[in-house]
């Protein structure tokens, strides 16, 4: 199993662009989520799902959109790129069940900076 | 506002010393509290605490969770230049978004040789 993948690793955006981040797994976990770290600071929620066909939004949703069509990809689209985006980003998925625990799995993760 | 403060944010040892890291809480419906190493960037799970008084150990890791004092500590014996890491502490509430983490700002952990 490749576990959770993200693509790209690294991104470096102009002010007003767009770009969609891919997120994969390959556990069938129907919970997926997207955070971002920002520096000094623990990771914040964006948007999550807790399966296909279903999103919500997290603690930072505001210029973000995700869906979720099928239960192994869950993108997450910037519409217009603000430096204020300019953060990692992690993708992370669980089964969503709460015995014994719910556990996270997360992807490498993808630099983005916004210029 | 639910949060999660870890302490102390940085920290160096030297291989062989012992290390306790703290982390405090408030959370809505506490559910859970997890402990995550982070290496150059994704975090790996460490420990799920749900349970006051009950230590969970993995080798040279402890961790232990006090449900009525707010905090839990994580604790690393006989450090090695391995355990260089961000450990990061999340509760887990029931604030109408189930697996939703609160993460604290994480401790860095710097273990010299």
């Known amino acids: 199993n490749a576990g959770v993948t993200q693509t790209p690793k690294f991104r470096i955006l102009k002010i007003g662009q767009s770009m969609t981040l891919q997120c994969t797994q390959d556990?069938?976990?129907?919970?997926m989520y997207w955070y971002r770290q920002d520096p000094g600071m623990g990771l914040k929620l964006i948007y999550y799902s807790v399966g296909a066909g279903i999103t919500d939004k997290g603690e930072v949703p505001n210029g973000y959109n995700v869906s979720r069509s099928t239960t192994e990809d869950f993108p997450l689209r910037l519409e217009l790129a603000a430096p204020s985006q300019t953060s990692v980003y992690f993708c992370?998925?669980?089964?969503?069940?709460?015995?014994?625990?719910?556990?996270?799995?997360f992807g490498p993760g993808t630099r983005l900076t916004v210029l | 506002e639910d949060k999660v403060v870890q302490s102390p944010l940085s920290l160096v040892v030297h291989e062989g010393d012992t290390v306790t890291l703290n982390c405090s809480y408030e959370?809505?419906?506490?559910?859970?509290l997890l402990w995550y190493k982070q290496e150059k960037k994704a975090p790996t799970f460490l420990f799920m605490l749900?349970?006051?008084?009950i230590e969970k150990k993995s080798g040279r890791l402890s961790s232990i969770l006090d449900k009525k004092e707010l905090f839990s500590i994580l604790n690393i014996t006989a450090t090695q230049t391995g355990d260089s890491a961000i450990y990061l502490c999340?509760?887990?509430?029931?604030?109408?978004?189930?697996?939703?983490?609160?993460f604290g700002k994480g401790t860095k952990l710097s273990v010299k040789p």
């Open positions: 999340a509760a887990e509430g029931d604030g109408g978004s189930q697996g939703n983490l609160i």
């Open positions: 959370v809505t419906n506490f559910r859970s």
């Open positions: 556990m069938n976990h129907n919970y």
């Open positions: 749900t349970s006051s008084g």
């Open positions: 992370a998925s669980s089964t969503g069940q709460w015995a014994p625990y719910n556990e996270q799995f």
